[in-house]
């Protein structure tokens, strides 16, 4: 059975960078596309960076030029984060396929047309 484990969260002062990981096994990312959500406490699920199976980005607007979604091999893809601020503190999760929702939790229940999730990985950006 496929499973996501994220990794590279942490705590870091404004304007610090992390790179998270998020690493596959029981599948590739080789023909699906991947993304990167973010839930901060007191909000929704956001939807932050994804990753198509041709490599192309899509970015959020608050992380455009600051974020970079890029995969290095089949199973293994990361998110630079750089510049960051305190509103950028959140449980980070990596997920795929992407779904397209708004209002919700994440992770999503576990049910097939939810795709894989990971546990999270916690992101604390102080001033």
């Known amino acids: 059975e496929g499973q996501l484990v994220e990794s590279g969260g942490g705590s870091v002062q404004v304007g610090g960078s992390l790179r998270l990981s998020c690493k596959a096994s029981?599948?590739?990312?080789?023909?699906?596309?991947m993304g990167w959500y973010r839930q901060a406490a007191g909000h929704a699920c956001e939807l932050v960076a994804t990753?198509?199976?041709?490599?192309?980005s899509y970015y959020t607007n608050s992380v455009k030029g600051r974020f970079t979604i890029s995969q290095d091999n089949a199973n293994t893809v990361y998110l630079q984060m750089n510049n960051l601020t305190p509103e950028d503190t959140a449980v980070y999760y990596c997920a795929t396929p992407v779904v397209i929702f708004d209002g919700l939790n994440c992770p999503l229940p576990l049910r097939p047309e939810n795709g894989y999730w990971g546990q999270g990985t916690q992101v604390n950006v102080s001033s």
């Open positions: 029981g599948f590739t990312f080789d023909d699906t596309d």
């Open positions: 990753i198509n199976f041709d490599r192309t």
